[in-house]
């Protein structure tokens, strides 16, 4: 197996990258949270237009980088961290849509276990498991800042998957019930299946982008980009106590 560079990451050295990366799905989104909030920031990656940074926050190194959307592109990017790069931790920050209607669009969800009915983590690692728990140490950690900064989160579950459109699916409200599931989107399984095969740490916080429950509140493309804000003070501020 090949070292690095790797071939979706052209970084040549471990340095690049810090120990504590922040990935959200959009390249774009990456670049945005770097030229706002990371000072000293230079770029380590631009394969395939999946942009990655490094720079300081708060004088802690910190990289973001983007994953992509599905379980196969933030699978690579991920193991190629993890193995690769020596990255301990990746704390995915994306967009979801709610799956209870007391969420709302714009709040918060930090994922405890991430639940899928496909078969990525059997066919990368193994595991025959539909529900992955993310690191309790770094969602611990998220917690303490979010009491800190004063922010709410929903905790629970949340449901992973490569299918955004389906006109198939119509068993989804049991299988939320039964699983304790909150919230959807489509990376996390792959990355706390990656995270615990490689002896890292994995967590997920997500801004619920859209609802069921109300379309007229769903964001738009521009705002799912730019909008962020308390998810990224969560973020941030929990990468700066990790690589104290
Ligand atoms: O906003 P991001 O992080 O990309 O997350 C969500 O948005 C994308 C779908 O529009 C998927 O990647 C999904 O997980
Ligand atoms: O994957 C996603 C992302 C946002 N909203 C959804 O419903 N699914």
Redesign the pocket.
Known sequence: MSDIPTPHIEATSKDEIAKVVLMPGDPLRAKKIAETYLKDVKQFNQVRGMLGFTGTYKGKRVSVMGSGMGFGSIGIYSYELFKFYDVDTIIRIG???ASRPDIKVMDIVLADKAFSTETFAKEAHGYDDKLIEGSQMVADTIREVAKENNIKMHEGNIASGNV?YSSVRDDWEKLEKENGIIA???EAFALFANAKATNKNGACLLTV??SKYDHEKNLTAEARQNAFDAMMVLALETAAKLVD
Request: aromatic content about 12%.
């Open positions: 967009s979801c849509g955004f959807a989107e489509m982008s859209d």
